[in-house]
């Protein structure tokens, strides 16, 4: 009996136990991604304080950013209603706030209440909203008929 006829069964079986679960990985249905969390904010700013808004907007950005957080977008009136900017921004978690915190108190600045309270001395009035997107119609269509 030839050598190769002999390997021939244990090549056989090691090609099935290594191609057994690659393809089972091609056949499995992949896992939905869950869209992101964001908050939408509307501000209207107190008159004469935005420039020191931005400025300390941008100080958080710079601070978010340092903590690896994703970057907020920030869009500002043009003509319509009555709020100055809006922000869109991912919802962070416990553990990313304190990681944000961590890095905000390094550079000096202000958390917790104080940093809201602070916050308070720009704005006129805003609004927070708690959102899950982008996402499109069809996504939503195809999650309300399951």
Do not use: C
Not at 7 to 18: D, Q, R, S, Y
Not at 42 to 64: Q, S
Not at 109 to 138: M, Q, Y
């Amino acid at each position: 009996m030839s050598r190769w006829f002999r390997l021939t069964p244990l090549l056989l079986l090691a090609l099935v136990f290594f191609a057994a679960p690659a393809a089972r990985a091609q056949t499995a249905k992949p896992e939905a991604k869950q869209p992101p969390h964001a908050r939408v904010a509307l501000y209207r700013i107190a008159p004469g304080k935005h420039l020191e808004f931005l400025k300390w907007m941008a100080e958080g950005n710079a601070i978010d950013k340092e903590a690896g957080m994703p970057a907020s977008q920030i869009y500002y009136h043009t003509s319509g209603d009555s709020w100055d900017y809006l922000e869109v921004a991912p919802e962070l978690s416990p553990e990313q706030q304190s990681k944000v915190d961590e890095v905000a108190k390094k550079h000096g600045r202000k958390t917790g209440l104080r940093a809201n309270l602070e916050f308070r001395t720009f704005v006129a009035w805003h609004t927070d909203t708690f959102t899950i997107g982008p996402v499109s119609a069809a996504d939503l269509v195809a999650e309300a008929s399951k």
